[in-house]
């Protein structure tokens, strides 16, 4: 089984993601991460030298293959880079391999985490919290699209949000309930 995890830069795919994966005893992915091994650079860099489309290129191929390999294997959670949805291709990928949770956040809320981010090319502007309205408004019509499930990251603490995580994909039949609620300790089955 594989869930993805899609939203705007900053709503806390890694973290969330990381902790899903513990929880659940999946096996972690980060594409951005893959991406930066494979180019041998930090995406910034790679941003500024070949430009975004040069990137989008790579995080194509790393996409697709992820979830070809993901799906293939045992419980994986895959945390993916805000952008990965802008290609069509992608978002099929996604659809079709995983099961897919929107990390929902408001610019608001994002602008408040990322002020002082310097690694992120496409907030590296004068404005960010207008670049992450803009941004937004492009993409919240995407993720929706593509996702299956959705959580709202204003309040909750990241336990909270995995714990919601979790209790979607008990309901949606997707995963065994837990015997209990421990932090950490994978489903034994029994129940
Ligand atoms: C991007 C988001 C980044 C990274 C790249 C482009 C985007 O990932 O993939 O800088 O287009 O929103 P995060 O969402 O993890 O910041």
Do not use: C, W
């Not at 991460?33 to 860099?45: F, Q, T, W, Y």
């Not at 993901?70 to 994986?76: D, E, K, M, N, Q």
């Not at 004068?126 to 996702?147: C, F, G």
């Amino acid at each position: 089984m594989l869930v993805s995890l899609v939203g705007l830069p900053g709503g806390g795919k890694s973290t969330v993601g990381r902790q899903l994966a513990r929880r659940i005893g999946a096996s972690f992915l980060d594409s951005d991460a893959v991406i930066e091994e494979r180019i041998g650079m930090p995406i910034r860099s790679f941003f500024e030298q070949f430009g975004e489309a040069a990137f989008r290129d790579k995080e194509e191929a790393v996409i697709d293959e992820l979830t070809l390999d993901a799906a293939r294997h045992g419980r994986t959670v895959l945390a993916t880079g805000g952008g990965a949805l802008l290609r069509p291709v992608n978002r099929q990928h996604l659809r079709d391999r995983s099961t897919v949770v929107y990390l929902r956040s408001s610019p608001e809320e994002l602008f408040r985490r990322l002020k002082h981010d310097t690694q992120r090319p496409l907030l590296q502007v004068k404005d960010p919290l207008a670049k992450l309205r803009e941004l937004y408004e492009q993409r919240h019509p995407l993720y929706e699209e593509v996702a299956h499930y959705s959580v709202d990251t204003g309040r909750p603490s990241v336990a909270t949000l995995v714990n919601m995580i979790v209790m979607q994909l008990e309901v949606a039949g997707l995963m065994e309930k837990s015997p209990d609620h421990l932090p950490g300790k994978p489903s034994t089955g029994h129940h």
